[in-house]
């Protein structure tokens, strides 16, 4: 499977942006589609999941009731809307899938088999 990430850029601090990953294609290995990111110095972190068995959806605690993950089955593609964005946001966010993941590892790197390309995420203060 091969990811596509776009819709990062430069924003002011309170301000949104929507992030969208397109799969190439829908298997079982898109059953759980993700996003994490990287800031310069620190390690790879979780931001948030989303399986298509059951339509759980995970958030790490920095993000949840700002960002919205969401799936279009149809289109093999998923989003990421982040509102109220914080400097802290500032990242390289990669979109990430994977077969069924359970709920225990759904927030590790290690059980998605995928990967996109990365898109720069800037917030300025």
């Known amino acids: 499977v091969q990811l596509q990430a776009s819709g990062g850029g430069a924003v002011q601090a309170g301000g949104s942006l929507r992030l969208s990953c397109a799969a190439s294609?829908?298997?079982?290995?898109?059953?759980?589609m993700g996003w994490f990111r990287q800031s310069p110095g620190k390690e790879r972190e979780f931001v948030a999941a989303?399986?298509?068995?059951?339509?759980?959806?995970w958030y790490a605690d920095s993000v949840k009731g700002r960002f919205t993950i969401s799936r279009d089955n149809d289109k093999n593609t998923m989003h990421l809307q982040m509102n109220r964005l914080k400097p802290e946001d500032t990242a390289v966010y990669y979109c990430?899938?994977?077969?069924?993941?359970?709920?225990?590892?759904?927030?590790?790197?290690?059980?998605?088999?995928?990967w996109g390309q990365g898109t720069q995420v800037t917030v300025s203060s």
């Open positions: 990430a899938s994977g077969p069924h993941i359970i709920n225990t590892a759904v927030r590790s790197a290690d059980g998605y088999t995928s």
């Open positions: 294609e829908r298997t079982y290995s898109t059953i759980t």
């Open positions: 989303f399986r298509r068995t059951g339509g759980n959806t």
